[in-house]
């Protein structure tokens, strides 16, 4: 079983940058497809990025141009370096273990982080 564990979350003015860190230990000998979701208060988790087996990068239209999701594998890390970012980008981000199906729906995903607060001021 894969464990996630997120960082890198915080208070940032509109306009910053933050970069988002997830961790993968335990069966991770084989590279995992990997998605970036995000949660704000009320409101469903909905898709920001994923990066397939072959290392293609997948954005939401809402972040495209502004995030960069990428991966170290000799670390089994991904990375979310997000920038211009929005007081609409506040919320709970998560990374996911893909499972197969459809890239853009939470439901393709099994192994979740417990998330990460990203907090953007106006």
């Known amino acids: 079983q894969v464990q996630l564990v997120e960082s890198g979350g915080g208070l940032v003015q509109a306009g910053g940058s933050l970069r988002l860190s997830c961790a993968a230990s335990?069966?991770?000998?084989?590279?995992?497809?990997l998605g970036w979701f995000r949660q704000a208060p009320g409101k469903e988790r909905e898709f920001v990025a994923a990066i397939k087996l072959v290392g293609t990068t997948i954005y939401a239209n809402s972040v495209k141009g502004r995030f960069t999701m990428s991966r170290d594998n000799a670390k089994n890390t991904v990375f979310l370096q997000m920038n211009s970012l929005k007081p609409e980008d506040t919320a709970v981000y998560y990374c996911?273990?893909?499972?197969?199906?459809?890239?853009?729906?939470?439901?393709?995903?099994?192994?979740w982080g417990q998330g990460t607060q990203v907090t953007v001021s106006s």
């Open positions: 996911a273990t893909f499972g197969g199906g459809n890239y853009y729906s939470n439901t393709s995903y099994n192994v």
């Open positions: 335990g069966r991770t000998g084989s590279r995992i497809p």
